[in-house]
């Protein structure tokens, strides 16, 4: 009497399609971590321009933003001593725009309980403000309004 195989998946196909589906989970998983990173790093900069605009002096200003861009990063979850925070144009002064750009680093692969790898990407954000032309105390003449 011979035996039959017709009907046999194999122990193979169980294990391929756990592999496949766990690679696809951290895929998704590591995809959602990027555009976390992207929203938060937009959060910061976003703060960090309406601290700049709202400090109270010029002086400290800038000190303001940043501490106000890092928060808003540790308010995400995010690590604030690897967020960069860089002021690309403008200055404390009436009607002033002022461009603040946000930077945080995001792994190629974060695996659970085992950590990350890879250098990955880097998630960039862009604000700008201008500056109250009505405001007292800031150098200049209300010309944008």
């Known amino acids: 009497m011979t035996r039959d195989e017709r009907g046999q998946g194999g122990i193979e196909a ?3 399609g756990v592999l ?3 690679a696809g989970v951290l895929l998704i998983a590591n995809a959602w971590g ?3 990173a992207k929203f938060a790093a937009s959060s910061a900069a976003r703060e960090a321009a ?3 605009v709202e400090a109270p002096s010029a002086s400290g200003a800038l000190a303001t933003a940043e501490a106000a861009a890092r928060e808003a990063m540790q308010g ?3 690590s604030a001593a690897r967020t960069t925070v860089v ?3 403008g200055s404390f002064a009436r009607c002033d725009r002022v461009t ?3 930077r945080y680093p995001v792994p190629m692969l974060t695996i659970p309980f085992l950590g990350s790898a890879g250098a990955g990407f880097t998630a960039k954000a862009r604000h700008s403000e201008v500056v109250d032309p009505y ?9 944008c309004a």
Do not use: C, M
Not at 135 to 143: C, P
């Open 135 to 143: 405001r007292s105390g800031v150098a200049g003449t209300a010309s």
């Open 100 to 102: 603040f750009e946000v």
């Open 14 to 16: 169980v294990v391929l």
């Open 34 to 36: 990027v555009l976390d």
């Open 76 to 78: 995400h979850g995010r």
């Open 50 to 52: 309406r601290a700049y």
């Open 20 to 22: 496949v589906f766990v």
């Open 87 to 89: 002021l690309l144009a």
